[in-house]
Nanobody
Framework: QVQLVESGGGLVQPGGSLRLSCAFS????????MGWFRQAPGKEREFVAS????????YSSDSVKDRFIISRDNAKNTVYLQMNSLNADDTANYYC?????????????WGKGTLVTVSS
């Protein structure tokens, strides 16, 4: 069974940076598309960024484009989210997602999240 464990969240001042990590286990990491989502208090979970299994496909939401960078290290079974120029609107629980996409179905796994708080 695939397990995802996020880390790196915490309290950061506006304008600061954080790097989130998501450790993958229980499967073949290189076969999964990886992504980051976030959920702020009282709001729905929203897409942040994703990276394809071969690292060629990179996507991010308009709200974080040019500030957040997703990357992966297939040798370490880890996906990262480098977050720069953080502001209060970035405060949320950040979740890691793994998708194994086949011609017939998509299998999805979620981590439990890591909290990012942007405040002075």
């Amino acid at each position: 069974q695939v397990q995802l464990v996020e880390s790196g969240g915490g309290l950061v001042q506006p304008g600061g940076s954080l790097r989130l990590s998501c450790a993958f286990s229980g499967g073949t990491f290189s076969a999964y598309r990886m992504g980051w989502f976030r959920q702020a208090p009282g709001k729905e979970r929203e897409f942040v960024a994703s990276i394809s299994s071969d690292t060629i496909g990179l996507y991010s939401s308009d709200s974080v484009k040019d500030r957040f960078i997703i990357s992966r290290d297939n040798a370490k079974n880890t996906v990262y989210l480098q977050m720069n120029s953080l502001n209060a609107d970035d405060t949320a629980n950040y979740y890691c997602k793994a998708d194994q996409v086949t011609a017939f179905h998509t299998i999805t796994f979620w981590g439990k999240g890591t909290l990012v708080t942007v405040s002075s």
